[in-house]
């Protein structure tokens, strides 16, 4: 039965396939070939859960050889798929997740453009999952070139306007630089231990590098630059934001629920190499927290809807590299899921609200929607609830919760750690609600136009319920989700000296901080609206605003200190400067002969002026 | 007698200097005739009388005539002067007197520390010499000469076409007046 | 008899009336008087030989004076029927005005 593996990738990479060279007759049919291969995976990945959870294999992992990809010397990586508990997980979520957001999309997108669009998503998701099943970092890479290719087309699929263009460009590159990052990362780990499998190579480096060797330093570093790269966390998070230029449900795939999360995987399936290092271990939890709480702030000042979530989503990610930097691998797992529930429904919920006031992404200009949509409104609800972390009935209060107890009592977490989380899970609430507040309650200044269909409303509660109770696999004393984790992750650390309850006390803690966010995003931005306008007109409060607003200044410090200089030396050297040299022998030839022309007056004296001078000169020359 | 060729040698480089410096093509005409029968007296006095008579005859006579007549022929008068001193302006002598100097100057050097010593117009060569040797060894030189001098004529007579018919000088088929 | 002169000095007559010719050549304008600072520069050269062959007693300087003669002949008749044709053509007899090779 797991000899269907296989099929999991298969199925979209043959949707692609089908929707790229036949498309153009299918029409509206192609958002059912679109939704249907992924559908289809779904159920693949479904199945052989099933098959996983009855029957495990020897050593609950389970490889699957297509066939041999190249063979260059002693380097011969295959197409080859590892299923063990880690990428069980994530394949779950991705096709599940997918395939919903497939089915909204059928009705989202419009008619014409449905052939395109399904055959990126299609590709994508497919590329998605060679990524998570790869045996070894070759397939890996490609798996992460393919998702950063089909962003980058998925971004800037409505190409007409060209901002989409550059907002597009701008995602590459940026993570381009990651994952350059990636592959020298790639190149030393060969180089060093002659195999790119991932298993025997963490087998190997345990066995051959010391802990907090030079070697395992670099390799993790490296590697760790890639997956900043790609799940937008410091320095590179700038394109995220931008990225909302795409359609929403292109938001909500890749920017939400999967490609971000892509180097949240990578350091949970190499986590050997970080424990080997343990400063950069200790850098990727410092990165995460520095993050959320960057994130956050900004989130709290956007106007535009889908800006906030994508900040919101820079914050979470940051709550797992948190989580993977305090040893916490099965927290960060569990967070990744949750966060895939709420966020993919925050951003098609949004999505519902956008078109339905004909594209108007300004809350301040939406308003009062909770009478006009209410499905959308209800649905909302839950997904804000889930990241708020609101208690005991959110699958999001149970995956934060755990982090944060997590960045405390492990053995190489700290009390900042714990502190920033916390503050951030605040700031999480106010931006959250703030967000509810402004878009579904007070004074209504749009009408909505368009109310959406099945296919939309469907997904939407399916998330919704998944949002909700998909926490229940991971309650304290119900430890479902890191006991099946176990077979594929290294176990938790605790600190020595915890208390029994210890925990409870964080919990309330962490539970008292989303409340109180939630009840000071109430007052802010539901009694009294005013109370915010005058806190952001204040001098502190506006220069704060603006410098929030744009997101830390990051973007004008990069723009002015690696896009200008470049593009000036691009511009500069664009008279192809070693050609100079011939084109300057060339012109200087042409100016001698230029110079030497001007002797050619035409005046019959000047030229016997010139054969006296020469006279003079051979006399000088020939007598001594 | 060698005051003689001292003073002709003044006379020849005093007449030259007029010539040059005229603004009347006439004038000018009449000063290199005098510099000519000046040098033709130095070569009396370098014991060369034949060719003093044929400078005399054939250079002062026939070829300043033919000067003359083109002279005529071009009718060049007094306008002719005047723009001759409109031309002439001081300045224009700066550098082609520095090119006539610096070369006197290297050739006064030449002639002065070089070898040649020696005095000349001790003997007189006459024309029974001069015509034993042209008729004997340089026999070939006269044959030359006169082919030359057909060549002239022919020229002469071609040149000295008008431009009705064949077309003028070298470049037939170009009408005249090619922008200067 | 013959009061004998240096060489030298004959020589330098010579090259005074050349450098004059020269001069001469390069100052004016006028082609007619172009053509006769050449005939001055022909003669001073004819003006060398003769002293040449003066000095050695040998009639082979004065031939060489003959030839060159003739050739001065050929050359001003010549000279002189460009000039008429180019005054013709020109209706001037500025030299500068024949510049048309330039460039």
């Known amino acids: 039965m797991l000899r269907l593996l296989f099929l999991i990738p298969f199925f979209p990479f043959a949707g692609f396939a089908a929707l790229a060279l036949g498309g153009r007759r299918l029409g509206r049919r192609a958002a059912v070939v679109g939704a249907g291969s992924v559908g289809l995976s779904a159920l693949a990945t479904l199945v052989l859960s099933a098959a996983f959870l009855i029957s495990p294999p020897r050593g609950y992992a389970y490889t699957q050889t297509l066939w041999t990809w190249m063979k260059v010397g002693g380097f011969a990586p295959g197409i080859s798929l590892y299923l063990d508990a880690l990428s069980l997980v994530m394949v779950l979520v991705i096709s599940i997740v997918s395939f919903l957001i497939h089915v909204y999309s059928g009705s989202f997108m419009s008619a014409g453009e449905g052939r395109r669009f399904f055959a990126y998503m299609n590709l994508f998701v497919g590329f998605m999952l060679t990524l998570v099943l790869a045996d070894n970092l070759v397939l890996l890479y490609l798996g992460w070139e393919g998702v950063g290719l089909c962003s980058y087309l998925l971004i800037g699929f409505w190409y007409k306007d060209a901002a989409n263009g550059r907002a597009a460009r701008k995602a590459f590159i940026v993570t381009r630089v990651g994952d350059t990052s990636m592959a020298i990362g790639l190149f030393l780990l060969f180089a060093r231990l002659g195999t790119l499998d991932i298993q025997e190579l963490l087998r190997l480096a345990s066995a051959h590098w010391q802990a907090g060797s030079g070697l395992a330093v670099a390799a993790a570093l490296l590697l760790l630059g890639g997956a900043l790269g790609k799940s937008a966390q410091l320095p590179l998070q700038t394109w995220l934001p931008d990225a909302m230029a795409g359609p929403t449900p292109v938001s909500a795939l890749i920017h939400a629920a999967t490609m971000v999360t892509a180097g949240v995987y990578l350091i949970a399936r190499t986590n050997v190499l970080f424990s080997l290092a343990p400063h950069v271990r200790l850098l990727v939890a410092v990165i995460g927290a520095v993050t959320l709480l960057l994130a956050g702030f900004s989130a709290l000042v956007q106007r535009d809807i889908k800006r906030v979530l994508a900040y919101s989503t820079i914050s979470q990610v940051g709550y797992m590299f948190l989580a993977l930097g305090v040893g916490a691998w099965s927290a960060a797992i569990f967070h990744f899921m949750t966060h895939a529930f709420f966020k993919a429904l925050l951003f098609l919920a949004a999505g519902v609200v956008i078109k339905s006031l004909a594209d108007e992404h300004d809350m301040f200009r939406m308003g009062g929607l909770r009478k006009q949509l209410p499905l959308a409104f209800w649905t909302f609800l839950a997904g804000a609830a889930s990241l708020s972390a609101l208690p005991l009935i959110t699958a999001g209060f149970y995956s934060k919760d755990l982090i944060l107890w997590d960045a405390w009592s492990s053995a190489s977490g700290s009390g900042w750690l714990w502190a920033a989380g916390l503050a951030g899970a605040f700031l999480t609430s106010i931006y959250t609600f703030r967000m509810v507040f402004l878009t579904f309650f007070g004074r209504a200044r749009a009408r909505a136009g368009s109310l959406p269909g099945f296919s939309i409303k469907a997904p939407l509660v399916a998330l919704a319920a998944l949002s909700l109770a998909g926490g229940f696999v991971e309650a304290p004393g119900v430890p479902l989700l890191s006991r099946f984790l176990h077979h594929a992750l290294p176990p938790f650390k605790q600190a020595a000296g915890i208390g029994a309850g210890a925990q409870l006390v964080f919990e309330v803690i962490a539970a008292a901080a989303s409340l109180a966010g939630i009840y000071l995003a109430y007052q802010l931005f539901l009694r009294r609206p005013a109370g915010a306008g005058a806190l952001a007109a204040s001098s502190a409060g506006g220069l704060l605003h603006r410098w929030w607003f744009s997101g830390w200044g990051f973007d004008w410090f990069y723009d002015h200190g690696f896009v200008l200089p470049y593009s000036w030396l691009a511009r500069a050297g664009r008279s192809d400067l070693p050609d100079l040299a011939f084109t300057g022998a060339a012109r200087l030839a042409a100016a001698a002969g230029r110079l030497l022309g001007r002797t050619q007056t035409g005046r019959t004296r000047w030229y016997a002026a010139g054969i006296a001078a020469g006279a003079i000169i051979i006399l000088l020359l020939t007598v001594n | 007698m060698g005051v003689t060729f001292y003073i002709s040698a003044a006379v020849a480089v005093a007449a030259t200097f007029a010539v040059i410096t005229r603004y009347n093509a006439v004038h000018a005409l009449l000063y290199l005739i005098v510099s000519l029968l000046a040098v033709s007296l130095v070569f009396f006095t370098l014991g060369a009388p034949f060719v003093a008579a044929l400078e005399a005859i054939i250079y002062a006579g026939a070829i300043m005539v033919l000067f003359i007549f083109v002279i005529m022929i071009l009718n060049l008068g007094p306008q002719a002067a005047r723009l001759e001193r409109a031309w002439l302006k001081p300045g224009m002598w700066l550098g082609p007197s520095a090119l006539a100097l610096i070369l006197a100057g290297e050739l006064a050097y030449i002639i002065v520390s070089g070898g040649g010593r020696g005095s000349a117009g001790e003997a007189v060569v006459g024309a029974r010499q001069v015509g034993i040797a042209l008729f004997g060894p340089y026999l070939i030189g006269v044959e030359l000469a006169s082919m030359l001098l057909l060549a002239g004529l022919v020229g002469a007579y071609h040149l000295g076409r008008r431009c009705e018919g064949n077309g003028g000088p070298a470049g037939s088929g170009r009408s005249g007046g090619q922008a200067p | ?103």
């Open chain 3, 1 to 103: 008899m013959m009061a004998a002169v240096p060489a030298n000095y004959g020589l330098l007559l010579a090259a005074a009336l050349f450098i004059l010719g020269l001069a001469g050549v390069l100052v004016r304008r006028n082609v007619i008087f172009i053509l006769l600072s050449i005939e001055i520069m022909v003669n001073a050269s004819g003006l060398a030989f003769v002293v040449g062959g003066s000095r050695w007693r040998q009639p082979d300087g004065q031939l060489m004076f003959i030839f060159i003669l003739a050739m001065a002949a050929v050359e001003v008749s010549l000279g002189l029927a460009l000039v008429l044709q180019l005054y013709h053509h020109l209706k001037s007899l500025d030299i500068d005005r024949a510049s048309s090779m330039r460039g």
